[in-house]
């Protein structure tokens, strides 16, 4: 074994999401932030039945990406269920609305 392999690593963060202070950034909207590494962030999205996000999510500068756990969103003309991954460039829009509701799991990361 490599010396390297046993080396205890002190930048490793874990949390339990669901631990995590949730915020309320719209009407159905519950947003948990998660830890990320350097700039990049982490996002828990809980999206309640029969919301509609409340305006176009315009990031510039950053590059995002949306899984989703569970549940389904709709997004212009595209349809997400569970196991689906959106990948947005900077200043793509994003207005998701759904009728099940939905938990999406996120990240932002400079372009």
């Known amino acids: 074994m490599h010396g390297t ?7 490793i963060q874990a949390v339990q999401v669901d631990a995590v202070k949730p915020v309320e950034v719209a009407p159905g909207v519950i947003r ?5 590494p350097g ?9 309640v039945p029969g919301i509609e996000w409340p305006e ?6 950053l590059a995002r990406s949306y899984y ?7 997004d212009e003309h595209r349809e997400l269920g569970p196991g689906s ?4 460039a900077p200043g ?3 207005r998701p609305r759904t009728t099940t509701g939905a938990r999406l799991i996120g990240t932002s990361t400079p372009a």
Do not use: C, Q
Not at 5 to 11: F, L, T
Not at 85 to 88: F, K, P, Q, T
């Open 85 to 88: 991954y959106l990948v947005l």
């Open 92 to 94: 793509d829009p994003f």
């Open 39 to 47: 700039r990049a962030d982490g996002w828990l999205y809980d999206l």
């Open 56 to 61: 176009s999510d315009l990031h510039e500068g």
């Open 68 to 74: 989703v756990l569970f549940g389904e969103i709709t």
């Open 32 to 36: 948990r932030r998660l830890p990320g």
């Open 5 to 11: 392999m046993n080396k205890a690593r002190n930048d």
